[in-house]
Nanobody
Framework: QVQLVESGGGLVQAGGSLRLSCAAS????????MGWFRQAPGKEREFVAA????????AYADSVKGRFTISRDNAKNTVYLQMNSLKPEDTALYYC????????????????????WGQGTQVTVSS
């Protein structure tokens, strides 16, 4: 099991930026692909971005391409989500998750066990 703790959420005006962080426990962080997901009130959780264990491969939802950047620092056991040009529709609870497989993170996140998800950090974008 990997313990994940998100931080960096907050209230920002449209057009602004935020950087989310997800700190992981354990000594095998680099062996896990990491993903960011979000869930807005009344909506299903959706994929935002993912990165492979070594950081060489990334994937993004179409809705955030060109605005969000995922990165990781394996020495710090941390994955980041830099969010620029934020829109009110980006308002949601943002979660990070870990899995050995980047394919699972990007295509079947429901297969990721509950213990491999963080508790979430709220992002609110005002218009």
């Amino acid at each position: 099991q990997v313990q994940l703790v998100e931080s960096g959420g907050g209230l920002v005006q449209a057009g602004g930026s935020l950087r989310l962080s997800c700190a992981a426990s354990g000594r095998t962080f680099s062996s896990y692909a990491m993903g960011w997901f979000r869930q807005a009130p009344g909506k299903e959780r959706e994929f935002v971005a993912a990165i492979s264990g070594g950081g060489g491969s990334t994937a993004y939802a179409d809705s955030v391409k060109g605005r969000f950047t995922i990165s990781r620092d394996n020495a710090k056991n941390t994955v980041y989500l830099q969010m620029n040009s934020l829109k009110p529709e980006d308002t949601a609870l943002y979660y990070c998750a870990a899995d050995r497989s980047l394919v699972v993170v990007t295509t079947t996140p429901k297969a990721i066990p509950k213990g491999y998800w963080g508790q979430g950090t709220q992002v609110t974008v005002s218009s």
